[in-house]
Structure formats: structure tokens, C-alpha cells
């Protein structure tokens, strides 16, 4: 098959520069853009907005349509029929597992649920007021410090390793950065429970008495970490693949991974969801709030509305939105006032035009807060939350590129500093 190519012609110049043109199994072609610096050019895109960093087969969004797929699997459909765990080992290993491939990874994710006992008083370094995702950002950077002497990551065994132990560690790690917050002891992992019964009962549970996780609950936790395992190359995964294209400690890339979700651009969202609801505070402040969020020099936005990809709904809010009825219907606080502010809210951004115009759709974020806040998790872990479902993604990603043998990377930049000019002597200035 002749290679599809673009040609970039130079006014003023006889350059024609060919530039090859790459398919993929779905989506926009691609342009490589490599021979643009032999001759004496870099391409400029701020925020990477029409950049393909790398190439990759675990996820892939179609904005326009609304579609999120996971190894070819609809989210919603993996939502509705597989758990969390499965869908890591999806991600992880590119299929979905056979029962017994499904019970042997439990199993091993089971099993490297503990840390090590000195990161119990690693915690104590911090004031217990601290934002949890402070303590996360060093909780789990820590342990690279326990897993990087006899670490090949060349070696596809011991990145997998890698991968499971930070599955494995997450919620643990989590429900410590929230019982160190309230003054709790924190809890071990008990391997008779799920992955989301044993980080619900290790945030809300006391060595005081047994603590039995509603199912309702944990049915829902278990699709939050699933909706939010992957999403192409994302900030915070973008940052993780840069982290790890230099060889870096897998283990320290994350920490970098969630450093950048703690952003409210990004999975900070969730969270500044919430405070927006309660800034807002009643139905009758909600026309006010629209003006400001289309207010241009106002720089108030629809937190949980928008996103660089999706121009239509974020397929994952539309779950997320089912969940929500299902967790308040158990909870029996469907009048709750922050979600009838909420679906106010959603309803008028999609009527109206200054949102409808920009494509601005509810996106994963506006209705994971609610849900949380129903479970009775405090805001200021929901970024957390978010990081313990999203660490797969950033690690599958992370294996890929090892996998593939990458290059560091390295952009460029538009110069628009002083060129070379003479040194003046401090008293000649
Ligand atoms: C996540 O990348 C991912 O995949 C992220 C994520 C994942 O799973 O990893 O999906 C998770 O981060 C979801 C997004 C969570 N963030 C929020 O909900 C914060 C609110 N949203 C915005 O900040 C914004 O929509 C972004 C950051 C999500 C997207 O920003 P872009 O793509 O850079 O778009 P933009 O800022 O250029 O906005 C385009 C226009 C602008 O108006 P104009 O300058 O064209 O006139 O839309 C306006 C913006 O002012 N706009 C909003 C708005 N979001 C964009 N106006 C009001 N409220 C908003 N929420």
C-alpha cells in the first residue's frame, strides 16, 4: 500500500518537505512531523491540543460521538458487566481475563495490599490537616524508596510486579491519608473482602467493632474506580509517560501522576464540584452562577463542565449519573439540596446556548462528588479517590512505553528571549 504523505511547502523558499501520514486502528491519522527539523523548523502547540505524544492501544475517546473505549470495550458496557479488577487486568494485559486468569490476579492484588509498617509513621511527618493528596503525593513517592534496588524495569516481569504492588497499595494508602486527617488508627487490609469493600471498611471502619460495608456502597465505589481507570493520554498521564521515558522509578512517576491530578483543570474537578454546589448553596442563586461561569472576564467556571476532548456527554457522567440515583435511592436522600442543585444546573447548561455553542457537557467529574459526598467521603479526598482508580491507567501506560523502548522526552520551544547581548558591570548599570 503507497504511504500517504502531506507536503509542506515555505512561501519564499523552493522547500517541499514530505511528511509522512500514519492510520490508526480508529481515529485521526496522524502526521509525522520528524523531518521538520532538518529543516530548520519545530511545530507549536501549547497545551498539546492537536499533538499525538505517542503511540499507544489501551484507550481510545471519540470526542464527538461520546465514545470511551478500553481495549475496544464501551466503558459503559464495562461498567455494567465486569468490576474494577477486571478492567485493570484488561488494561494491564490488553484482554479480559479467563475465571482463572481472573482469580490468580485477585488473588495477587489481594496479597500486596499491606506497606511497609515504617510508612505507618512516615504519616506523622505530616500535620493531620494536611490535603490529603499532599499525603498521597509522598506516601506513594516514599515507596520508591522500598521497591528500587532490585528493580529492572527493562525486565517485563518486574514491571509487572510494579503494577500490581501499586494497584494493591492505593486504597491502602488512601484510607491512611483519611484516618491520619481524622485522628483514626488507621486499619489493616482485610483479604476476605473486594477490592472496594476493603477501602471502604479501611476508611470508615475502627478496630473497635466489626464494620460491615453496605453492598449498595461498595457496588458503587467499585464503578467509581472503574470510570475513572483510564483516559487516553491525559494530563496527569502524559506526565507519568515524560516521568518514565527518563527511567525513572515507576513509583515516582505515579507520585508525579498524581501530583499533576490534583489540579482542579483536572481531577481536582471533583472535588471544586462540590464547593461550587455549596457556594452556591440554593436553587434561586443558580442564574447568577450561570452568568459569571459566561462571564469572560469573570473567572468563574461550571466546575465538572467542559472537557479538551469530549464536545459531546463524557459517557462516563452518564454512569456516573445512573450510579448517583442508585446511591440515593439506598440512602433514601434523593431531596439531598446539593443534587437538586446539581441536575438545576445540568439541565441549563445543556439548554443553554453559551454552553450548548461551546460544547460544554457534564463530564466525569460533576457527578462523582455527589456520590462520594453521599458515601460519606469528605471532599478532600475525592481527588484522592480519583488517583487510587486512575493509578492503573497511569501504569499500563507507563508498561506500554517501556514496552515499546521509547525515547526521553524532550520538546521544544518558541524563543522569544533576548538574543546573545554583552555583560554590563554592576556599576555601569
Ligand atoms: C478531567 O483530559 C482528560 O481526559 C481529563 C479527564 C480524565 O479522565 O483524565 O477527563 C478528567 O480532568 C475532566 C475535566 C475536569 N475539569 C473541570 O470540570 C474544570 C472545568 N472545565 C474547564 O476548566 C475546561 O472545560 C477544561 C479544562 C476541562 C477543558 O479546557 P480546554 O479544553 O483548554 O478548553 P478551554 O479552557 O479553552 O475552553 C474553551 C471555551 C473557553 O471559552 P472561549 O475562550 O472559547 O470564549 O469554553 C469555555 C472557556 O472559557 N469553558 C467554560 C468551561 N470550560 C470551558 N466556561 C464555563 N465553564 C466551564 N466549565
Known sequence: MTEKKAQLTIEGTDLAIDLPIRSGTVGPDVIDVGALTKNGFFTYDPGFVSTAACESSITYIDGGKGVLLHRGFPI??????SSYLESCYLLLHGELPTAEQLEEFEGAITHHTMVHESIHQFFEGFHHNAHPMAKMCGAVGSLSAFYHDDLDITNEKHRITAAYRLVAKMPTLAAMCYKHHVGQPFLYPDNSLGYAENFLRMMFGTPCEEYKVNPVLAKAMDRIFLLHADHEQNASTSTVRLAGSSGANPYACIAAGIATLWGPAHGGANEAVLQMLEEIGDESNIDAYIAKAKDKNDPFRLMGFGH???????????VMKQTCGEVFAELGVENDPLLRIAK?????????????????????????????????????????????????????????????????????????????????PVEKR
Open 344 to 424: 438545576r444546573l445540568e439541565q441549563i447548561a445543556l439548554e443553554d446556548p453559551y454552553f450548548v455553542e461551546k460544547k460544554l457537557y457534564p463530564n466525569v467529574d460533576f457527578y462523582s462528588g455527589i456520590i462520594m459526598k453521599a458515601i460519606g467521603i469528605p471532599t478532600e479526598m475525592f481527588t484522592v479517590i480519583f488517583a487510587v482508580g486512575r493509578t492503573v491507567g497511569w501504569i499500563a501506560h507507563w508498561h506500554e512505553m517501556i514496552s515499546q523502548g521509547t525515547r526521553i522526552g524532550r520538546p521544544r520551544q518558541l524563543y522569544t528571549g533576548y538574543d546573545a547581548r554583552e555583560y554590563v
Open 76 to 81: 459503559d458496557v464495562l461498567a455494567e458487566n
Open 308 to 318: 479538551r476532548v469530549y464536545k459531546n456527554f463524557d459517557p462516563r457522567a452518564k
